[in-house]
T-cell receptor
Framework: EPEVTQTPSHQVTQMGQEVILRCVPISNHLYFYWYRQILGQKVEFLVSFYNNEISEKSEIFDDQFSVERPDGSNFTLKIRSTKLEDSAMYFC????????????FGPGTRLTVL | RKEVEQDPGPFNVPEGATVAFNCTYSNSASQSFFWYRQDCRKEPKLLMSVYSSGNEDGRFTAQLNRASQYISLLIRDSKLSDSATYLCAALGAGSYQLTFGKGTKLSVIP
């Protein structure tokens, strides 16, 4: 069964450093998403991406964040200058269609900012 | 503000029991609803979509009540492997953003 994959599984970084989290969505999916989950809290939407551009973003997704689809398979989330409060699980998800469609999640990257 | 609310539990039930979870949503424009299962420190895994007519998948039944703005999940004949946190999620009309509840923790006890 096709799956969303993410690398690395765990990333430790110093405050102020840049990190790039990588995702390979399911191959025939066209819509891509990033969510995050701070320990003990809800899963929160960050951004959605379709046709090589951002289609929607939340208040969390400020200028420190960016997304890119550098090639036909990868989808990345960059955090330019990490803060302590960026420590969380970051989940990538993908869907075949957009509105009303089921989103399938990858295993996540645990980001720890020291 | 779009919110999805769930009873956090925990629900501790014996094997074989039937258990039901409810979830309420505040955005009346929400169009699509889902139940996800999340094991500790893992990703949400899609359990089922929720339709107005209700839907059933084996031991799991999901219902949507638009008038009262809640969705429900019924698990029959609980198994030890059902122990997890169950998240409900709503997708607004014209939005790509899934809004999740905080989840309901289920422990099935031998």
């Amino acid at each position: 069964e096709p799956e969303v994959t993410q690398t690395p599984s765990h990333q430790v970084t110093q405050m102020g450093q840049e990190v790039i989290l990588r995702c390979v969505p399911i191959s025939n999916h066209l819509y891509f998403y990033w969510y995050r989950q701070i320990l003990g809290q809800k899963v929160e939407f960050l951004v959605s991406f379709y046709n090589n551009e951002i289609s929607e973003k939340s208040e969390i997704f400020d200028d420190q964040f960016s997304v890119e689809r550098p090639d036909g398979s990868n989808f990345t989330l960059k955090i330019r200058s990490t803060k302590l409060e960026d420590s969380a699980m970051y989940f990538c998800a993908s869907a075949i269609a957009g509105f009303s469609d089921e989103q399938f999640f990858g295993p996540g990257t645990r980001l720890t900012v020291l | 503000r779009k919110e999805v609310e769930q009873d956090p539990g925990p629900f501790n039930v014996p094997e074989g029991a039937t258990v039901a979870f409810n979830c309420t949503y505040s955005n009346s424009a929400s169009q699509s609803f889902f139940w996800y299962r999340q094991d500790c420190r893992k990703e949400p895994k899609l359990l089922m979509s929720v339709y107005s007519s209700g839907n059933e998948d084996g031991r799991f039944t999901a219902q949507l009540n638009r008038a009262s703005q809640y969705i429900s999940l019924l698990i029959r004949d609980s198994k030890l492997s059902d122990s997890a946190t169950y998240l409900c999620a709503a997708l607004g009309a014209g939005s790509y953003q899934l809004t999740f509840g905080k989840g309901t923790k289920l422990s099935v006890i031998p």
